[in-house]
């Protein structure tokens, strides 16, 4: 069982920028395969940023050039870290995790992004 807890959202102007962290559980993270995912109301989840063991990152279109994910071990932490920030990025994001040789799928409870003036 894994457990994922997300920092860091809020409002914020558009052009601004947040960082987002989720820690999580466990004491092999490093082995852990991370995302970031959005979804806003009525719609699908989807993907915006993952990270491998790695540290071999993948972006959505949406948010390549404006967002970075990375990781640190140390502190069981993925990061994204958004710029740039427009009002259609505003969404619940949620942090997702798969360890290594797992079938399922872990995610967090979510945290709010608006972008408004």
């Known amino acids: 069982q894994v457990q994922l807890v997300e920092s860091g959202g809020g409002l914020v102007q558009p052009g601004g920028s947040l960082r987002l962290s989720c820690l999580a559980s466990?004491?092999?993270?490093?082995?852990?395969?991370m995302g970031w995912y959005r979804q806003t109301l009525g719609n699908q989840r989807e993907l915006v940023a993952t990270?491998?063991?790695?540290?071999?990152?993948n972006y959505a279109d949406s948010v390549k050039g404006r967002f970075t994910i990375s990781r640190d071990n140390a502190k069981n932490t993925v990061y994204l870290q958004m710029n740039s920030l427009k009002p259609e990025d505003t969404a619940v994001y949620f942090c997702?995790?798969?360890?290594?040789?797992?079938?399922?799928?872990?995610w967090g409870q979510g945290t709010q992004v608006t972008v408004s003036s």
């Open positions: 997702h995790a798969r360890p290594m040789g797992s079938i399922y799928n872990y």
């Open positions: 466990g004491n092999a993270f490093s082995n852990y395969f």
């Open positions: 990270i491998t063991r790695a540290s071999i990152t």
